[in-house]
């Protein structure tokens, strides 16, 4: 199962902002997607946050998501978030996700540009078809 990686089931760069984004844009942008987040890329394709539902909420919540000052993206974005490199094996990613919390994970290249994301079931699809194999 080590030779399956993660590059062979991630999708592709299917959602993405920048910090510098309204979160009002954002939040449609992450509602059309049907993702519980996604990553917030610079210029040259690198993770530097993570934007999710959750944070979105926290700062509506805050009753000031219409103000005039509209908040942006790296007001409310995580600033350290989790990442894996797209020649991860599932079987390692599985492990990390049994110890931390987060469903999905941005996916990275060789040079730690954002190429995809993984999610939870993609790993566990892609487990599943390699146990079916062995039978």
């Known amino acids: 199962m080590d030779i399956l990686q993660v590059k062979q089931f991630m999708t592709g760069k299917i959602l993405s902002f920048s910090k510098e984004m309204s979160l009002e844009t954002a939040v449609d942008k992450l509602l059309k997607s049907d993702l519980i987040g996604g990553p917030v890329v610079d210029e040259e394709g690198r993770v530097i946050g993570w934007l999710s539902e ?35 094996s599932i079987v390692d990613i ?29 790993i566990l699809g892609a487990m599943n078809q390699y146990v079916s194999r062995q039978k």
Do not use: F, W
């Open 54 to 88: 959750q944070d979105c909420l926290a700062k509506m919540i805050e009753g000031n998501y219409y103000s005039e000052h509209a908040a942006l993206v790296e007001d409310v974005m995580s600033s350290t978030p989790l990442s894996v490199s797209s020649t991860l």
């Open 94 to 122: 599985a492990q990390k996700l049994i110890h931390e919390k987060p469903k999905m994970y941005p996916v990275l290249d060789e040079e730690s540009r954002y190429v995809g994301l993984i999610t939870r079931k993609a």
